[in-house]
């Protein structure tokens, strides 16, 4: 017989440790957090808990970590078919003679659709979940992230050239907000403008774009100032640098979400904390494609908002944002040869609570608050790799890995148990991107 004294809940979580991420940035020992349907409702002593409330579902994660869910800032899912297409190559080349072409080849709904499968299905096994996505064919993207239930901003991509999936700045755009107005009140979808880069949208384009954004009020989400050459290219072109000419544009924001921003002059750099800007750092893809080393240290002492994206798979090869957040917090320690840039903490708020403040989200997502939604990964920290074990956030951002996060929740349901997927045929998955390698490999 139930205690009429106590409240029946969905389910109770309990931790050795709770990093909440939120304004306090507590680490909580011994703690529980109380879910009920899609929401957080209470965190209590795990020595109460059970005096207050009863669930359907109780999980014990001794030696575990438990923190919002992870948000990878920008990506495009569908390419990761494309992962390992095209390695070791400069950008343009990348672009222009490899991942462009095999776009005009292949790219369509069913590409799309079982690629962002693919990649959603990597991300929730490394404890992504919410991602930021810029990509063609967006309801397909949309059917996957619904399929998997996992929690999307979709960007509405525009281009001045013509693709597999629009012709011209006006047909992306009719078509973008086509998809938006279909999927409106899809609770795990939202949606941006995705303008792909300054080199490849003209003035007329991000006018138009940024009318839109003032109109509706969605953030804008592109690339900038990812290489040198793109610079260069626009110094060449209009005499000034992107972020310039952006700015003149009305574009530069607090509703703009910059990808890269790896090269940034001083008066570059203080456009953007003049203007709020969300800024996506993404280390593995920079490095990858030779792009350069952005200043992180320094756009955090400038209060600029500094969230983490992977980029694409075919430009990191693994969509994974722990990873990420080792690899801002080393590589900024070792440019600015300061080992008190981006302390653990700091890393950690990167990939969840600065996140969600870019997509317009932090009343919902990325921290561990009452009445927030129930977005959760737990992380083993008890494996060989993770001991000893002094301070639960260093290790968790310094040696563990995502092969150790074993419990993932997304809108309060589990999306991973005892690191298996619920309610995905992994063989399946596999399955799709082999047929995709296949073809692409006869190109």
């Known amino acids: 017989m139930k205690n009429p004294n106590k409240k029946n809940v969905s389910a109770i979580i309990s931790a050795s440790w709770i990093f909440t991420s939120g304004p306090e940035d507590q680490l909580l020992s011994d703690y529980a957090v109380v879910i009920e349907n899609d929401k957080i409702i209470d965190l209590v002593s795990q020595k109460k808990v059970f005096d207050e ?46 991942i462009w072409p095999a776009e005009k ?40 992230a619904k399929e998997l239930e996992v929690r999307g901003n979709i960007g509405l991509v525009v281009l001045d050239f013509p693709t597999n999936y629009a012709t011209d700045p006006e047909d992306y755009l009719v078509k973008g907000f086509e998809f938006r107005d279909k999927w409106r009140n899809e609770e795990l979808i939202t949606t941006s403008i995705a303008p792909h880069a300054p080199y490849s949208v003209s003035d007329e384009a991000f006018s138009l774009i940024n009318t839109y954004s003032e109109e509706l009020g969605i953030n804008i989400h592109t690339h900038l100032h990812e290489t040198q050459w793109e610079i260069e290219d626009s110094i060449d072109k209009y005499g000034i640098t992107p972020i310039q000419r952006l700015n003149n544009l009305g574009i530069i924001g607090p509703s703009l979400v910059a990808a890269h921003c790896v090269h940034l002059n001083d008066q570059d750099m203080a456009i953007l904390a003049k203007n709020k800007v969300n800024i996506v750092h993404n280390p593995s893809s ?34 994974d944002i722990m990873e990420e957040m080792r690899l801002a917090a080393l590589i900024s320690k070792g440019s600015s040869m300061l080992p008190e840039s981006i302390p653990a903490k700091e890393a950690i708020k990167m990939a969840t609570i600065n996140g969600a403040k870019a997509l317009g989200l932090d ?41 150790d996060v074993s419990y993932v929740w997304i809108n309060g349901k589990i999306k991973l148990m005892d690191k298996k997927l619920i309610n995905m045929d992994e063989e399946r998955i596999i399955q799709l991107a082999k047929k995709w390698q296949r073809k692409l490999k006869k190109i």
Do not use: C
């Open 363 to 403: 009343s919902e997502i990325g921290s561990i608050e009452k009445n927030k939604k129930a977005d959760l990964v737990a992380i083993d920290l008890s494996t060989i790799e993770n001991q000893p074990l002094y301070d639960p956030l260093t290790t968790f951002v310094y040696s563990s890995s995502r092969s």
């Open 286 to 319: 920079n490095m990858k494609l030779g792009s350069g080393i952005a200043d992180v240290a320094k756009m955090l002492k400038q209060n600029l908002n500094v969230s983490l994206g992977t980029d694409s798979s075919a430009s990191n090869n693994r969509l």
């Open 53 to 98: 409330y009863e669930a359907n579902n109780n999980y014990q994660l001794n030696n575990h970590i438990l923190i919002p869910g992870l948000i990878n800032a920008h990506t495009h899912s569908a390419m990761s078919l494309f992962k390992g297409f095209a390695d070791d190559l400069p950008l343009q080349d990348w672009l222009n003679n490899h």
């Open 105 to 144: 080849e292949f790219v369509n709904s069913s590409f799309v659709k079982d690629g962002s499968i693919l990649a959603l299905s990597e991300m929730i096994k490394s404890g992504v979940t919410t991602f930021n996505d810029m990509y063609f064919f967006p309801d397909a993207t949309a059917e996957a």
